[in-house]
């Protein structure tokens, strides 16, 4: 137990990210930060099975990324930053993938927003 | 010698780079985040720093998990500019000042802060976001006017540093600035924050209350800060927010007598945008002296 961090079960909807979550997702996040590198992300582009084979991704992790489930992502061990890579090559914005994490629609979580307009 | 002339608190989410880049300067959604970084803006080119000390967060592009530096120290003539998944953003290689981060990495060592070291990595917006806000015409003249010695701050991998840990070395990095020969002016940075959480049902969590008591405590009470631990500033600040340990780094680089001069807090969208800037008492001129000389100068 860390004692920086006690009581941190207690907020809810909250994934902290450690060295257990880090450790469980390695082989995800690595797939995910791999988009740092133009080839990658050009064969995720082409044939995005080719590319979660050649990661060595489970059945799972592919439906999550298949389907851009953020919300399942972030709760399997995903970092929020490894995350952002793939948003962005998906055309997804933060605020979109903040309002799937909520469980919310985009337009019912700019309402929450004070400048809806600053995306 | 090398001394330190003031401080910058500065948030680094990428979208403050973004708004640079597509030009929002006059977009009524974005006119207070650039209003409120032009008094930093003017007081660098005031001051004209030779060197910004910058204590940032790589976001999982230049460091991935399977080896993630708590601190690490940049210590070459240059850094370029990462590509984050989209590209490389268009501004230029961050250029370092490898005399003063050698000599840094000797004295945080000696100092007993084994910092990791690094050379010609790429560097994210952790930097470079608020980097187009501080020397805006850097774009368009190709250079940035300074040099940076980045320091990276391990906050996204618990377990990360505590907050005490971040001020201790912000003192450490002061004291290996102060002694390094050269004549250098240099600022010191810190990162990130305001409140923000990025991950879970919590996400989209601001906490302007707790932003605004955090800018006053930076300036006139760090110890209550480092006083804190780390799951406070998860409850106040959120996940993401609790990177605002980086200002504590800064601050503990600045003296007791350090004022802010300028703070600017817009939050738009999911995360709190702020900016502070604190400056160094100067230093008098050195005061006639109040009695002649009992030995007068001969006159020719």
Redesign the interface.
């Known amino acids: 137990m860390n004692a920086q961090l006690e009581g941190i079960e207690s907020l809810p909807g909250t994934y902290l990210f450690d060295l257990e979550r880090s450790a469980k997702a390695l082989r995800l996040n690595r797939f995910l930060h791999d988009f740092v590198n133009p080839e990658k992300r050009a064969l995720f582009k082409e044939n995005p099975e080719a590319a979660f084979e050649q990661a060595g991704l489970t059945k799972e992790e592919r439906t999550m990324v298949r389907n851009l489930d953020w919300r399942a992502l972030i709760r399997y061990g995903a970092s929020f930053f490894t995350l952002e890579k793939l948003g962005r090559l998906s055309g997804v914005s933060n605020p979109a993938m903040v309002a799937h994490m909520r469980g919310e629609t985009l337009e019912e979580f700019l309402k929450t927003r004070n400048v809806p307009g600053a995306r | 010698m090398a001394r330190i002339i003031g401080g910058i608190g500065t948030s680094h989410v990428p979208?403050i780079g973004l708004a640079f880049d597509r030009k929002k300067h006059d977009d009524p959604?974005?006119t207070p985040l650039f209003k409120g970084y032009e008094p930093v803006a003017r007081w660098l080119a005031e001051k004209k720093p030779d060197v910004l000390v910058f204590f940032y967060n790589d976001?999982?592009?230049t460091f991935?998990?399977?080896h993630y530096p708590t601190f690490a120290l940049g210590v070459s003539a240059q850094f370029p500019t990462?590509?984050?998944?989209?590209?490389v953003r268009p501004v230029p290689p961050i250029k370092g000042h490898p005399g003063l981060a050698r000599h840094m990495a000797h004295s945080l060592v000696n100092d007993e802060f084994d910092i990791s070291v690094f050379q010609e990595l790429p560097i994210d917006h952790g930097c470079n976001s608020p980097l187009t806000m501080l020397w805006p015409d850097a774009v368009q003249a190709g250079e940035w006017p300074g040099a940076l010695v980045p320091i990276e701050v391990n906050v996204?991998?618990?377990?990360v540093p505590?907050p005490l840990r971040c001020y201790k070395l912000g003192q450490a990095v002061r004291r290996a600035v102060e002694s390094y020969p050269e004549d250098l002016k240099v600022v010191v940075v810190g990162t990130g924050g305001l409140s923000h959480?990025?991950?879970?049902?919590?996400?989209?969590f601001n906490n302007t209350e707790w932003d605004m008591k955090f800018l006053d405590l930076i300036e006139r009470d760090p110890r209550a800060l480092t006083a804190m631990?780390?799951?406070d500033y998860?409850?106040l600040g959120g996940?993401?927010g609790a990177e605002v340990i980086m200002w504590l780094a800064m601050r503990g680089a600045l003296s007791g007598g350090v004022r802010k001069i300028h703070q600017s807090y817009y939050?738009?969208?999911?995360t709190a945008m702020a900016v502070a800037l604190f400056e160094e008492p100067t230093v008098a001129p050195r005061a006639a002296p109040k009695v002649a000389p009992l030995v007068q100068p001969k006159a020719d």
């Open positions: 979208t959604d974005w976001h999982a592009t991935f998990f399977d990462a590509d984050e998944g989209m590209g996204l991998q618990h377990p505590t959480q990025m991950n879970g049902e919590r996400a989209g631990r780390l799951v998860v409850r996940t993401e939050l738009p969208m999911t």
